[in-house]
């Protein structure tokens, strides 16, 4: 692909095109910092935080505002995604919260009477989830006492207790502890300009909430355990308000050790805000350095998302997008010592954690070497992140600074096989955080959000890069079998797998695939044809795949009824691995038709381009990495120019 771009075909062209665009969006210090979009909920509760703190931020206020009203729907709500059906109840209750608090839309503007027609006709606050009624306690809009109640106590529990904190997964802890600290002390931040949200209760806003709770027939046996150890802590004579006191100074303190460089704690938007009003729950003044701190690194955490908008990202995706981009670059054919790649191996280099994390917790026997997801993050690395990153240096073990790679690879790569869990699959970013009973909080969401089991697509691009890249001859040795039993025993009846950290089934599919392939499967396996057979008949009549984020939701594949860039350059990559095995005319066709999707559409700019095909917690929370269109369709076409295609 050195001749002139006139010269080139079709494929060839397109790959030269997103190279171009990859390597001239290059940060000087080596990274690839694209936006990290979220819906409008980070944008809301900074609002909220803002006005709650009292803090002079009229500008950014402003131009959150400006954001959020952009995005609001003819029917007054808030969506989620493009096709979430009619809007989303807590996306629009967020909104109007915050609207109203920026002080530039009254309850009388029309778009505001729109809105809240539309919670009221949804159920009002009582329906909200639980990210937003935990923002509506915090500011006094809703009673802590409607809450399931987890003692405080509990952080003091042995970690071989059978119910302890360190039964919920990391995410889940940093936010779950600042709850549980406002919780405990009925706290609240009102001040004059605080909206009253009172007139959206459809029902009482002093009953409480039972509704839900009948629903989760295991609910009554997880309370009790929890009532048993508050009960225990009352009966020690003498002793509960000690206890107590100890247990409020160690949820602090479990936030003070994982405030990161940035002031962010965890690196996380959600986590951060809801620190800071734990931390006014425990008389911290608002100019405390802390507090200070956290707000200044929220506010890094600003990007622009279009000509006319910003918004608050949730956590940068900086590790993320630079792995990923240098990966696609050599695939497509960029040296190992372009520039470009150096810069990013020197600044992959410097990412990778020393420190020991959470993770540790459950893993005893790993030492640190793995990396995290955004720039600011030094002590919550992932298996995902330390994989691409691993990826992307792989070919800088054998160069000039060979000995330095060398040692981070291997660290990396020991790290990972730590990761593994007992049933043979890998999680995120713990092990065996998987306990079932976690599950039965009564809210929606709470399987995604307080575990961190094993998943398909963890798994599946584990095993691709085990199988691909890593030196030693692993295909035989029981972390892979291991890791390949756990695929053939999840996958879906018709085929696919299930993917926890991107929309949905396509995407774990592409990554349950791709592993297999890497690590030897023989193509004629049953589950290999089960998985291409479904992968061809979901195709759209234009040859790309589109998939909806209520899949997510109903844990069944819906179609999207559109095509997406990110989406069909998954299933074109998933096919090509086993067409490069043996050929088959269906497969065959369908890649051909998935690839002229990718050349027509790559340059298009339409709603389903902008369509989030991350994933981050069901129903809650989705992203559209902006890096997506660029990085996946590159990787793909890379695949199948390089195989003769």
Not at 325 to 339: D, K, M, R, V
Not at 580 to 586: I, L, T, V, Y
Request: include cysteine; proline fraction near 5%.
């Amino acid at each position: 692909m050195d001749r002139g771009v006139g010269s080139l075909n079709p494929v060839e062209q397109e790959i030269h095109r997103l190279r171009s665009i990859m390597l001239q969006s290059q940060m000087p210090n080596g990274t690839w910092s694209f936006c990290f979009e979220s819906g409008i909920l980070s944008d809301a509760y900074m609002i909220i935080l803002l006005r709650s703190l009292g803090l002079p931020e009229e500008d950014l206020i402003n131009r959150l505002c400006a954001r959020i009203i952009s995005r609001q729907e003819k029917n007054g709500s808030w969506r989620l995604f493009h096709d979430e059906k009619e809007g989303n109840l807590s996306a629009t209750i967020d909104a109007y919260f915050a609207l109203l608090y920026g002080g530039k839309y009254p309850a009388s503007e029309p778009r505001m009477v729109a809105a809240r027609r539309f919670i009221l006709a949804k159920g009002g606050i009582g329906k909200a989830n639980l990210l937003t009624r935990v923002m509506l306690a915090m500011t006094g809009q809703y009673h802590w006492s409607h809450f399931f109640h987890i003692p405080v106590e509990t952080i003091l529990l042995p970690q071989d207790f059978p119910v302890n904190f360190f039964d919920f997964a990391g995410f889940a802890r940093v936010h779950i502890a600042p709850i549980l600290i406002c919780s405990d002390r009925n706290f609240h931040i009102k001040n004059p300009r605080t909206p009253d949200l009172s007139h959206l209760y459809v029902r009482n806003p002093y009953e409480l909430e039972e509704v839900a709770y009948r629903k989760y027939p295991l609910y009554s046996q997880f309370i009790s355990v929890f009532n048993l150890i508050h009960e225990g802590i009352r009966g020690l004579v003498g002793l509960p308000h000690q206890i107590h006191q100890m247990a409020l100074r160690r949820l602090e303190k479990y936030m003070l050790e994982r405030i990161e460089p940035d002031g962010t704690l965890y690196s996380y938007f959600t986590a951060t805000c809801f620190m800071v009003f734990a931390l006014r729950a425990l008389h911290y003044p608002v100019d405390h350095p802390v507090i200070q701190r956290a707000v200044q690194g929220l506010k890094t955490l600003v990007c622009r998302v279009d000509a006319d908008h910003i918004h608050l990202q949730n956590c940068t995706s900086t590790v993320w997008d630079t792995a990923l981009i240098s990966h696609a670059l050599q695939e497509g054919g960029i040296s190992p010592t372009h520039p470009a790649i150096v810069k990013a191996g020197k600044y992959l280099m410097k990412r990778q954690q020393k420190r020991v994390g959470d993770w540790k917790v459950h893993n005893l026997k790993g030492q640190p070497g793995g990396w995290g997801f955004s720039d600011s993050n030094t002590l919550n690395p992932d298996v995902d992140d330390t994989t691409a990153a691993l990826r992307a240096i792989h070919p800088f073990r054998m160069g000039r600074q060979g000995p330095a790679y060398s040692s981070l690879w291997k660290k990396g790569v020991s790290w990972v096989l730590s990761m593994q869990n007992l049933d043979g699959g890998w999680p995120a970013f713990e092990v065996n955080t998987d306990k079932i009973y976690l599950t039965w909080l009564p809210y929606q969401g709470m399987e995604g959000f307080s575990t961190d089991p094993s998943t398909a697509d963890l798994t599946g691009r584990t095993l691709e890069f085990l199988g691909k890249k890593t030196p030693l001859h692993l295909k035989d040795t029981t972390p892979l079998q291991r890791g390949l039993r756990w695929l053939f025993r999840n996958q879906e009846k018709n085929g696919s797998w299930y993917g926890r950290w991107g929309v949905c089934y396509i995407y774990g599919t592409w990554a349950a695939l791709t592993g297999l392939m890497a690590v030897g499967v023989p193509t004629y396996a049953p589950a290999i044809q089960r998985a291409t057979r479904w992968l061809v008949s979901i195709q759209n009549e234009d040859g790309g795949w589109g998939e909806s984020c209520r899949s997510d939701v109903e844990k069944r594949y819906i179609p999207l009824g559109a095509s997406t860039l990110s989406q069909t350059a998954w299933a074109v990559d998933a096919l090509l691995s086993v067409q490069k095995m043996k050929s088959d005319e269906n497969n065959q066709k369908a890649i051909v038709r998935g690839v002229h999707f990718l050349l027509r559409n790559g340059q298009r700019r339409e709603w389903m381009d902008s369509y989030p095909t991350g994933a981050g917690l069901p129903g809650v929370f989705y992203t559209h990495y902006h890096s997506y269109r660029y990085i996946w369709p590159l990787l793909a076409l890379s695949h199948f120019h390089n195989s003769g295609g």
